[in-house]
């Protein structure tokens, strides 16, 4: 099969772009669930930690400067509270399942070998599954938060599919609302709408 010069550019650009934009979706979700991984340890040490009392008020402080000094990036205190609000505000969120953790887009399917697609897929969707068993059990404290929700739509699923669907940004939106029904309104005004950090937080604002 001849192919033309102009083509095989276009479809390089494609293929670029394409897998450029797999990647930004499975980076986003990773940085997601490590940020309410975090959060939600910081949230469980608070009520149950052994040594939490010589640590006192300047936790955070203490955490931001320990976790800089290991290289750990995008731990300021400010962000810790922020990971800590988020895991408060949905103690019910879970990692993807193995089946959906990372989906790539058909053309990239299609673009990629057979060998290297499946594998990309078990490689992000072990990591994921590592993590959830690991770490989700000792969250006694967090998970004592749950209760019945008055909206019986906004289930573990409905949240798995709101997180899977927004960026960082959004929840950190999401999440400075401390009434239940209006963040449940705006999760699926964001959804429904395809609202962007920006416009979600002009409708908030806005107090549509």
């Known amino acids: 099969m001849t192919i033309a010069y102009p083509a095989l550019l276009d479809h390089l650009t494609q293929v670029h772009q394409q897998t450029h934009r797999a990647a930004v979706t499975a980076v986003s979700q990773a940085t997601t669930w490590r940020n309410w991984l975090i959060g939600a340890w910081i949230f469980e040490y608070e009520q149950a930690g052994s040594d939490r009392a010589a640590y006192g008020e300047r936790l955070l402080e203490r955490l931001a400067e320990d976790l800089s000094r290991r290289g750990v990036t995008g731990c300021a205190d400010r962000s810790l509270r922020l990971f800590r609000q988020i895991a408060l505000a949905y103690p019910e ?3 993807p399942p193995s089946s959906a953790a990372v989906r790539l887009p058909d053309e990239i399917r299609r673009t990629v070998s057979a060998e290297s697609g499946p594998a990309i897929r078990q490689t992000v969707s072990a990591e994921f599954q590592l993590i959830a ?3 989700l059990a000792v969250f006694a404290a967090l998970r004592s938060r749950l209760s019945p929700s008055d909206l019986p739509w906004r289930d573990p699923d409905f949240v ?9 940004s959004h929840l950190i939106e999401l999440a400075k609302l401390d009434q239940p ?5 705006y999760e699926v005004q964001t959804l429904k709408e395809g609202w962007g950090v920006r416009e979600l937080r002009r409708q908030i604002d806005s107090m549509l």
């Open 181 to 185: 029904l209006k963040r449940a309104f």
């Open 160 to 168: 798995g599919r709101l997180v899977q669907g927004v960026s960082w």
């Open 133 to 135: 068993g690991q770490e």
């Open 93 to 95: 969120l879970t990692p």
